[in-house]
């Protein structure tokens, strides 16, 4: 099970840290990725962790966003600066295999949380 929290509203310029709170040992052994769905939009990859550490960003994000993970705590997070509101959406977080790699593509994700919304104004 992942819960996400952190989401919010705030104004351009600002930032967010989003969390993603896995039961049990997810972290580790996972492909962990955080995906962003924005109203009348297709769910998007934003940001991916291997379970070496290993990063894939969507361009949009890259050099704002950064994705990161404690395997103790079993928590994945995002840190995203200078938010635009073209950021806005509801972010969910999802785990799978490691053999499947850290890519932005939805393949085989399972499980997935219940999303934390950003809004960006």
């Known amino acids: 099970q992942l819960v996400e929290s952190g989401g919010g509203s705030v104004q351009a310029g600002g930032s967010l840290r989003l969390s993603c709170a896995a039961s049990?040992?997810?972290?580790?052994?996972?492909?962990m990725g955080w995906f962003r769905q924005a109203p009348g939009k297709e769910r998007e990859g934003v940001a991916v962790i291997g379970s070496a550490g290993g990063t894939v960003y969507r361009d949009s994000g890259k050099g704002r966003f950064t994705i990161s993970k404690d395997n103790a705590k079993n928590t994945l997070y995002l840190q995203m600066n200078s938010l635009k509101p073209e950021d806005s959406g509801m972010y969910y977080c999802?785990?799978?295999?490691?053999?499947?790699?850290?890519?932005?593509?939805?393949?085989?994700?399972?499980?997935w949380g219940q999303g934390t919304q950003v809004t960006v104004s």
């Open positions: 049990g040992d997810v972290s580790s052994t996972n492909c």
């Open positions: 999802a785990a799978r295999p490691a053999a499947y790699g850290p890519r932005l593509d939805q393949y085989a994700y399972d499980p």
